[in-house]
């Protein structure tokens, strides 16, 4: 049984592990997902060794998360492997999907602008996915996603080109993550604290939690501002009633102000 609204992240490609490539998926994709009411609680990022993607998919699929999604690897080239550990781990075989070869070709068209081309082996590979996936349209690529919903687990399988990924899950994946997620919504508030040390902080954010433990409440320490320390409290909430995430927020950040003034502190509510 799935965990409703849990997502895990995976991040393919050896150019992310030798540093060479930043990994902005995972940040673009975890903001996306969050604000859709959705809750990722992993992020593993591999290198392209098809095994290694066969393995790592079937450990998260034992955590059961609600989505799977994977960035990279959906390529023309011997290295994009995805599509291929996707199938292993579900046992299932690779495909040319119809629909898929008509996305690619269709890509193709628009490059060479009326131009001959042929459909070679590796541009077919593009269209090539594991039985009973589908294709998800690339509107700015060649490579289309894929989605496949096995049991309670879906994976979505989405380029590594951020401006592909991106163009893709807003097109076709948020409206799903939509759908599973459902009424969930999330919300967040930042409070910045003045002139209370972090350690003396600690206690009454102990103390909020307790309180209103549906508001999460994190720490950041920011120095010191014109002399004074400066803490920045961001305070997250998830709710399915309407506006109750905000009122619940507000409820906490009122809480906590009124503490941190008893401890000759004091806070701003932040942008």
């Known amino acids: 049984m799935s965990r409703e609204g849990f997502f895990t992240i995976i991040s393919i490609g050896n150019e992310l592990l030798t540093g060479r490539t930043l990994n902005t998926n995972s940040q673009w994709l975890c903001k996306r997902i969050t604000d859709l009411g ?82 070679t082996a590796e541009r077919l590979k593009m269209a090539t996915i594991p039985k009973g996936a589908r294709p998800l349209e690339n509107p700015v690529g060649t490579a289309p996603g894929v989605l496949i919903e096995t049991g309670a687990v879906a994976i979505v399988c989405l380029p590594g080109v951020p401006n592909e990924m991106m163009a893709i899950f807003e097109r076709a994946v948020e409206p799903f993550i939509k759908s599973r997620v459902g009424v969930l919504r999330f919300a967040e508030l930042n409070l910045e604290v003045f002139d209370v040390m972090e350690s003396s902080l600690a206690p009454v954010i102990k103390e909020t939690v307790s309180k209103i433990p549906q508001v999460y409440v994190k720490s950041h320490p920011r120095g010191s501002e014109q002399g004074q320390s400066r803490i920045v409290l961001n305070l997250s909430c998830r709710s399915a009633e309407g506006d109750e995430a905000k009122t619940l927020l507000h409820k906490s950040a009122a809480y906590l102000t009124d503490r941190i003034t008893a401890l000759g502190g004091r806070t701003n509510v932040a942008q």
Request: charged fraction near 25%.
């Open 38 to 119: 959705g809750s990722v609680h992993r992020i593993v990022c591999i290198g392209d060794h098809v095994q290694t993607i066969v393995e790592t998919l079937r450990e998260e699929m034992d955590r059961a998360p609600s989505v799977m999604v994977t960035t990279g690897g959906l390529g023309p080239t011997f290295d994009d492997m995805t599509l291929e550990a996707v199938a292993r781990t579900l046992g299932v075989e690779l495909q040319l999907h119809p629909d898929a070869e008509g996305m690619v070709r269709g890509r193709y068209q628009m490059i060479f602008e009326g131009k001959e081309f042929k459909m």
